[in-house]
C-alpha cells in the first residue's frame, strides 16, 4: 500500500476538501444533514475503556471523546459522540485530518467548517462544539508532535 500524502487543497486536506465541495454543492439542508448522519453511523465505536477525561472535548453539549496516535508520522484519529449529528461531525474530521502530519492537522483552516453551508443548520452550540473539535484535534496533533520530537532527539 502507498503512503498517503496530503496534497496541496483550500483547507488543508484533500479528503476534508472532497467532504467541503460535496456538502456545498447542495442547496438542500436536509441533504447535508443526511449526509453527517450517513457519516455517522459509518463511524467506528470508540472502545468504552478509551473514554476518559484525558480525551473528552471540552466546550461540547454532547459527550465528545477523540484521541489521535502518530503511527510512522502519520496521525490516526479515533473518536465517538452520545449524540448522532455530533458523531457525524467528528466522523468528518476524522475521515478529513486522518493520515495527516501533525503538521498538516495544525495548518487546516477551520474557515471550512462555513464552507460546508452546515452552519445554517446547526445550532449555535452544536457548531461552536464542531469548532471545539477540531481545536481539540489540533491540539492532540501539537502535543504528539512534540512528543515524537522529543523521542528522536
Same mark, same amino acid.
Do not use: C
Given at each position: 500500500m502507498a503512503e498517503s500524502t496530503a496534497s496541496p487543497s483550500?483547507? =488543508?486536506?484533500?479528503?476534508?476538501?472532497?467532504m467541503v465541495k460535496r456538502l456545498n454543492g447542495t442547496a438542500d439542508p436536509r441533504r447535508r444533514y443526511e449526509y453527517v448522519l450517513w457519516l455517522a453511523k459509518k463511524l467506528p465505536p470508540l472502545s468504552p475503556e478509551l473514554k476518559s477525561d484525558a480525551i473528552k472535548v471540552k466546550g461540547c453539549v454532547s459527550q465528545v471523546h477523540v484521541l489521535g496516535e502518530l503511527v510512522e508520522g502519520r496521525l490516526q484519529w479515533? =473518536?465517538?459522540?452520545d449524540a448522532l449529528i455530533t458523531? =457525524?461531525?467528528?466522523?468528518?474530521?476524522?475521515? =478529513?485530518?486522518?493520515?495527516?502530519?501533525?503538521?498538516q492537522v495544525m495548518a487546516v483552516d477551520p474557515s471550512f467548517i462555513e464552507a460546508t453551508g452546515l452552519q445554517g443548520s446547526l445550532t449555535p452550540s452544536r457548531a461552536n462544539g464542531f469548532l471545539n473539535i477540531l481545536l481539540n484535534m489540533k491540539n492532540q496533533a501539537q502535543q504528539l508532535a512534540k512528543l515524537s520530537a522529543t523521542?528522536?532527539?
Open positions: 483550500n483547507f =488543508g486536506s484533500e479528503v476534508l476538501d472532497n479515533h =473518536g465517538d459522540s458523531r =457525524g461531525l467528528l466522523a468528518m474530521l476524522i475521515q =478529513g485530518l486522518s493520515n495527516l502530519t501533525p503538521e523521542a528522536t532527539s
